[in-house]
């Protein structure tokens, strides 16, 4: 959004570069679907997008959880019965 700003991070630089990078993609995105909106809605509507496949990636990481679980427990499920 035309500035510029030093961040200080425990990561790795690059991974502070793939956050640049996610960052100034959602910007770019948001500031593309309400052209000439000001730099706050902008900035809102970026962290909404971002918030919403943070938790989309949530709920599927969450499925994924489960269906391990399942897994597992058919496995031990039938190494028991093999003993």
Known sequence: MGRNLQVKSVS?????????????EKLAEA?????????QIVSILAMMNLAEAFLSAQKELEKEREACRTRISALIDK???AV
């Open 12 to 24: 790795s630089p690059e991974l502070v570069a793939q956050v640049e990078t996610v960052v100034n």
């Open 31 to 39: 500031a593309a679907a309400v052209s000439g909106a000001d730099s």
């Open 79 to 81: 190494l028991d019965g």
